[in-house]
T-cell receptor
Framework: DAGVIQSPRHEVTEMGQEVTLRCKPI?????LFWYRQTMMRGLELLIYFNNNVPIDDSGMPEDRFSAKMPNASFSTLKIQPSEPRDSAVYFCASSLTILAGLDEQFFGPGTRLTVL | TQLLEQSPQFLSIQEGENLTVYCNSSSVFSSLQWYRQEPGEGPVLLVT???GGEVKKLKRLTFQFGDARKDSSLHITAAQPGDTGLYLCAGARAGNNRKLIWGLGTSLAVNP
């Protein structure tokens, strides 16, 4: 398997523009997670899905952020409008249910977002 | 407030030295995981510990889960440059095991 695939790897945009990040999870995995990583705050969970259904979006910072998972092989994280404080590395991860608390999360390579 | 405190934040050592990094909390976790992250990549799972007092060994790496399941440590023996990276601990709490609580990490540099 190719692992979790994210695109783009790097995105530079100007404040106010819409940004869409994409993720293809590992085939067969039933959980998908979106994270944001910064030096100051570390790795923060934004939202996660189970079988394409959003389960917990309490980490989404504000209404400017939205995430969708239209099918088992694709998810998007959209920021509209983007702001400089959104600059971070965004990771997508997927996992396969084995036993609660023992699941291994497989991370993609991340998208480095810079908002000018 | 960070629920999982990792220390030290940064560590720079010479090849061959031993080291221990810590992951502490005032909360109880049903399980705890350690991940390693290399520059430009996502974290990769090293180990999961679930039982208080549990010790797991992975070659030169030894992981321990505290008896009260509130803390954990990672000990590396004879560190090598390939051990360089960001070590992250992540805890799962009873009742919401998919939502991991992450520490900020320990950034380790092993110099040849």
């Amino acid at each position: 398997d190719a692992g979790v695939i994210q695109s783009p790897r790097h995105e530079v945009t100007e404040m106010g523009q819409e940004v869409t990040l994409r993720c293809k999870p590992i085939s067969g995995h039933d959980y998908l997670f979106w994270y944001r990583q910064t030096m100051m705050r570390g790795l923060e969970l934004l939202i996660y899905f189970n079988n394409n259904v959003p389960i917990d979006d309490s980490g989404m910072p504000e209404d400017r952020f939205s995430a969708k998972m239209p099918n088992a092989s694709f998810s998007t994280l959209k920021i509209q409008p983007s702001e400089p404080r959104d600059s971070a590395v965004y990771f997508c991860a997927s996992s396969l249910t084995i036993l609660a608390g023992l699941d291994e999360q497989f991370f993609g390579p991340g998208t480095r977002l810079t908002v000018l | 407030t960070q629920l999982l405190e990792q220390s030290p934040q940064f560590l720079s050592i010479q090849e061959g030295e031993n080291l221990t990094v810590y992951c502490n909390s005032s909360s109880v976790f049903s399980s705890l995981q350690w991940y390693r992250q290399e520059p430009g990549e996502g974290p990769v799972l090293l180990v999961t510990v679930v039982t208080g007092g549990e010790v797991k060994k992975l070659k030169r790496l030894t992981f321990q889960f505290g008896d009260a399941r509130k803390d954990s440590s990672l000990h590396i023996t004879a560190a090598q440059p390939g051990d360089t990276g960001l070590y992250l601990c992540a805890g799962a709490r009873a009742g919401n095991n998919r939502k991991l609580i992450w520490g900020l990490g320990t950034s380790l540099a092993v110099n040849p």
